[in-house]
Antibody, heavy 114, light 112 residues
Framework: EVQLVESGGGLVQPGGSLRLSCAAS????????MSWVRQTPGKGLEWVANMNLDGSEKYYVDSMKGRFIISRDNAKNSLYLQMNSLRAEDTAVYYCTTRRGDYWGQGTLVTVSS | DFVMTQSPLSLPVTLGQPASISCRSS???????????LNWFQQRPGQSPRRLIY???YRDSGVPDRFSGSGSGTDFTLRISRVEAEDVGVYYCMQGSHWPWTFGQGTKVEIK
């Protein structure tokens, strides 16, 4: 059974940092481009970042470029999202998914508030 | 960015009746590799999105055949031939042809 399990969400103050993790199982993680997607009540679903198989290519949505860093560890079947300089508008449920959206995690809630 | 516009945003349907959701892109979704990466997702209340249709018209494994996708270029449609109670939720189109990938606003399907 395919599983993507996110962790690391929580409450953080504006300007703070948070690192999300996603543990993958049930499929060949190293054979898939991976992504982060977020969902807010106001803006709906928003793609955050893509990463290729070995981590040498990374793509970010403009509003997150320079603040967020996507990374992966194929030996640990894990995907990460380092989020820095967080803003109130980054408050969302963050999902780990494959680039084509075939597998999704359950999401982890990030709340940016003082 | 490619803007994806869905209509309607709310769709009350009678059980057993058909339903149709439109999705229009601001530009052609034909990718540089010649494929059109237009997906449809279903999000039931309290759940993560689930992909139903990929590359316009291919149904994912386990998706009932009452769901079908069609279209080309900038205009796409998701059809449900006979709506069942389990189809309640929000449906999103999403383009993965041109970075950044973008979603439509979502169409809420509910039972009348």
């Amino acid at each position: 059974e395919v599983q993507l399990v996110e962790s690391g969400g929580g409450l953080v103050q504006p300007g703070g940092s948070l690192r999300l993790s996603c543990a993958a199982s049930g499929f060949t993680f190293s054979a898939y481009w991976m992504s982060w997607v977020r969902q807010t009540p106001g803006k709906g679903l928003e793609w955050v970042a893509n990463m290729n198989l070995d981590g040498s290519e990374k793509y970010y949505v403009d509003s997150m470029k320079g603040r967020f860093i996507i990374s992966r560890d194929n030996a640990k079947n894990s995907l990460y999202l380092q989020m820095n300089s967080l803003r109130a508008e980054d408050t969302a449920v963050y999902y780990c998914t494959t680039r084509r959206g075939d597998y999704w995690g359950q999401g982890t809630l990030v709340t940016v508030s003082s | 960015d490619f803007v994806m516009t869905q209509s309607p945003l709310s769709l009350p349907v009678t059980l057993g009746q058909p339903a149709s959701i439109s999705c229009r892109s601001s530009q052609s979704l034909v990718s540089s590799d010649g494929n059109t990466y237009l997906n449809w997702f279903q999000q039931r209340p309290g759940q993560s999105p689930r992909r139903l249709i990929y590359q316009v018209s291919y149904r994912d494994s386990g998706v009932p055949d009452r769901f079908s996708g069609s279209g080309s270029g900038t205009d796409f449609t998701l059809r449900i031939s006979r709506v069942e109670a389990e189809d309640v939720g929000v449906y999103y189109c999403m383009q993965g042809s041109h970075w950044p990938w973008t979603f439509g606003q979502g169409t809420k399907v509910e039972i009348k």
